[in-house]
């Protein structure tokens, strides 16, 4: 009979929950995505090739072993991305938190023995002695039916969170690929810079041992050898200043790739050059930011999380509804009527078995203008997210024309500069011809000499600039997250440290889901496709 009871129990509160939330409805505004404002084309994309999908490494255009090496390093290493992808792992956990709440919200086991004593004076003192023991065991529930789909948003809009967080990683990828390439590069620039101080330094010694021997000889004052000898030893002193910052730069590569300084040496093969730049560079069409750029999705994951908050808010304006009940055994022993016998002898007996069932209700009437207040200022938050939203796009188109002027205008400087270290080579050798036939003075040879060192080292600047537009331009495209958009590079060791830790099931096993991504792709297509 008890058995039959439970389940006679168990039936009635699933059933008419069941025709309950059936007939439920979601109260809030239902969310649309925002209107495309990306420019239809860009401004300036002269030298660049417009494709409806660009390079997604875009880092192995440049044809560098050392950079693909230290990406793919970074990829697996950087502590940061670690983190970001543990911040998924900590976004999917509350994901099932935010499951949890459409069911029983309330739900324990609960049990107990007490000794009671009752007052002498007391109407229903009946024990002898005035105490009797109390013994208990049973369930209590609680649930707050959905009946305004407040907790149907709560888990939309920890999913959307979810997908907040892989997009952050997504951004984070994007990011760290482009800073290391831009760490790789300075130390390439410096490198270059180094050789060319030390080959005008080799030219500036050879030309101080002719000063000296036409000193020696009587032909000239000591002033010249003199002024050969600053313009040695100033360009000399370079040397220390680029040796340091180089190994700066080393020091910072070697921390975004998650090592200690002075360990990325090994990874260094080689000359370290400035990679040229390829003849070509395929780049998507300004729409395409809309779900390539992560920090764009970002934003807009965010502006949806918001939509659902004001409906969360807005469902508190209406009733709770909901079931509460508890089944369980419980005797106690009354001395007068029982004796002495145990009472927890009769504790499971079927004529213990006691439940209480029904429905529940509340409404927040009193805090009714603090609710409607508090669904004002989710809407006024909803504004300001979608001006964030549309801002980062305007922001995007920002970035990208600046990618181009910056290629641009660094391609047409080097232009000019290469002419200009041919023509100042000229008059160096032409200087020094003429001194040596004692035609000018050789203040001459020097500033011939300092000018070509001057437009060397520009020379290797703006070569370097040239390729880091580039790589500020696949960055602002939000090119290279979908290389390890199937992963997360948690470390095997920290993996088993939280499995022995915390039971994660098969939580840490999973890889970050595509699925959202896929259909934002495919959503923001067909809004951006041409209709007939």
Same mark, same amino acid.
């Given at each position: 009979m008890?058995?039959?009871?439970?389940?006679?129990?168990?039936?009635?509160?699933l059933?008419?929950?069941?025709w309950?939330?059936?007939?439920?409805?979601?109260?809030?505004?239902?969310?649309?995505?925002?209107?495309?404002?990306t420019?239809?084309?860009?401004?300036?994309?002269?030298?660049?090739?417009?494709?409806?999908?660009?390079?997604i490494?875009?880092?192995?255009l440049?044809?560098?072993?050392?950079?693909?090496l230290?990406?793919?390093t970074?990829?697996?290493?950087?502590?940061?991305?670690?983190s970001?992808?543990?911040?998924?792992l900590?976004?999917?956990?509350?994901?099932?938190?935010?499951y949890?709440s459409?069911?029983?919200?309330?739900?324990?086991?609960q049990?107990?023995?007490?000794?009671?004593g009752v007052?002498d004076?007391?109407?229903?003192?009946?024990?002898?002695d005035?105490s009797?023991?109390n013994?208990?065991?049973g369930?209590n529930a609680?649930?707050?039916?959905?009946?305004?789909?407040?907790?149907?948003?709560?888990?939309?809009?920890s999913?959307?969170?979810?997908?907040?967080?892989?997009?952050?990683?997504?951004?984070?990828i994007?990011?760290?690929?482009?800073?290391?390439?831009?760490?790789?590069?300075?130390?390439?620039?410096?490198?270059?810079?180094?050789?060319?101080?030390?080959m005008n330094?080799?030219?500036?010694?050879?030309?101080?041992?002719?000063?000296?021997?036409?000193?020696?000889?009587?032909?000239?004052?000591e002033? *010249?050898?003199? !002024? #050969?000898?600053?313009?040695l030893?100033?360009?000399?002193?370079? &040397?220390?200043?680029?040796? @340091? /910052?180089l190994?700066?730069?080393?020091?910072?590569?070697?921390?975004?790739?998650?090592?200690?300084?002075g360990?990325?040496?090994t990874?260094?093969?080689?000359?370290?050059s400035?990679p040229?730049?390829?003849?070509?560079?395929?780049?998507?069409?300004?729409?395409?930011?809309?779900?390539r750029?992560? *920090?764009?999705? !970002? #934003?807009?994951?965010?502006l949806?999380?918001?939509g659902?908050? &004001?409906?969360i808010?807005? @469902? /508190?304006?209406?009733?709770?509804?909901?079931?509460?009940?508890s089944?369980?055994?419980?005797?106690s022993?009354?001395?007068?009527?029982?004796?002495?016998?145990?009472?927890?002898?009769?504790?499971?007996?079927?004529?213990?078995?006691?439940?209480q069932?029904?429905?529940?209700f509340?409404w927040?009437?009193?805090?009714?203008?603090?609710?409607?207040n508090?669904?004002?200022?989710?809407?006024?938050?909803?504004?300001?997210? @979608?001006?964030?939203?549309?801002?980062?796009?305007?922001?995007?188109?920002?970035?990208?024309?600046?990618?181009?002027?910056?290629?641009s205008?660094s391609?047409?400087?080097?232009?000019?500069?290469?002419?200009?270290?041919e023509?100042?080579?000229r008059?160096v050798?032409?200087?020094e011809?003429?001194?040596?036939?004692?035609?000018?003075?050789?203040?001459s040879?020097?500033?011939?000499?300092d000018f070509?060192?001057?437009?060397e080292?520009?020379s290797?600047?703006?070569?370097?600039?040239?390729?880091l537009?580039?790589?500020s331009?696949?960055k602002?495209?939000g090119?290279?997250?979908?290389?390890?958009?199937?992963?997360?590079?948690?470390?095997?060791?920290?993996?088993?440290?939280?499995?022995?830790?915390?039971?994660?099931?098969d939580?840490l096993?999973?890889?970050?889901?595509?699925?959202?991504?896929?259909?934002?792709?495919?959503?923001?297509d067909e809004?951006?496709?041409?209709?007939?």
């Open positions: 008890l058995v039959k009871s439970l389940k006679t129990l168990r039936l009635l509160p059933g008419i929950s069941v309950i939330v059936s007939s439920c409805t979601m109260v809030g505004p239902e969310y649309k995505a925002p209107v495309d404002t420019m239809p084309e860009w401004i300036d994309t002269e030298g660049f090739s417009v494709t409806a999908q660009e390079n490494e875009w880092w192995n440049l044809k560098d072993p050392n950079l693909d230290l990406i793919k970074a990829h697996e290493d950087n502590l940061d991305l670690q970001a992808a543990l911040r998924i900590e976004a999917r956990a509350a994901l099932g938190i935010a949890g459409f069911w029983p919200q309330e739900q324990s086991i049990g107990g023995a007490s000794t009671i007052s004076n007391s109407a229903n003192s009946q024990s002898a005035g009797f023991k013994y208990q065991v369930m609680s649930w707050e039916l959905d009946f305004w789909g407040k907790y149907r948003r709560i888990i939309h809009a999913k959307l969170s979810l997908d907040a967080q892989l997009a952050s990683y997504d951004n984070l994007v990011s760290l690929s482009a800073e290391v390439a831009k760490t790789y590069i300075q130390i390439c620039v410096k490198e270059e810079r180094l050789s060319v101080v030390k330094i080799e030219s500036q010694k050879k030309n101080q041992k002719i000063v000296k021997v036409r000193f020696d000889n009587g032909d000239v004052s002033l *010249d050898y003199q !002024q #050969a000898t600053i313009l030893n100033e360009t000399e002193s370079f &040397i220390p200043r680029v040796e @340091a /910052d190994r700066k730069l080393k020091n910072s590569l070697a921390v975004l790739l998650g090592r200690n300084p360990q990325v040496d990874l260094l093969k080689g000359d370290l400035i040229e730049l390829p003849a070509e560079l395929a780049i998507s069409a300004p729409n395409t930011l809309l779900r750029r992560p *920090d764009i999705r !970002q #934003a807009e994951y965010q949806a999380i918001q659902e908050r &004001i409906g808010s807005r @469902a /508190d304006l209406f009733p709770h509804v909901g079931l509460f009940g089944v369980g055994l419980q005797t022993n009354n001395n007068v009527t029982k004796n002495n016998s145990s009472n927890v002898d009769n504790l499971f007996d079927k004529e213990s078995f006691f439940y069932v029904g429905p529940q509340k927040d009437l009193f805090n009714y203008g603090q609710l409607k508090k669904v004002r200022a989710e809407d006024a938050v909803f504004e300001q997210t @979608a001006n964030f939203y549309y801002q980062s796009v305007l922001k995007a188109q920002q970035e990208v024309e600046d990618s181009f002027a910056d290629i205008g391609q047409r400087q080097l232009l000019s500069i290469t002419k200009s270290v023509a100042a080579k008059s050798e032409l200087s011809i003429e001194y040596k036939n004692g035609k000018i003075a050789f203040e040879v020097l500033s011939s000499l070509l060192n001057q437009l080292s520009k290797v600047l703006v070569r370097g600039e040239v390729i537009g580039m790589v331009l696949y602002n495209l090119g290279g997250w979908e290389a390890s958009r199937n992963t997360l590079p948690i470390k095997k060791e920290t993996l088993d440290r939280m499995r022995e830790r915390t039971d994660w099931g939580v096993d999973k890889r970050p889901s595509n699925k959202v991504i896929d259909e934002f792709s495919k959503k923001k809004e951006n496709s041409p209709k007939e």
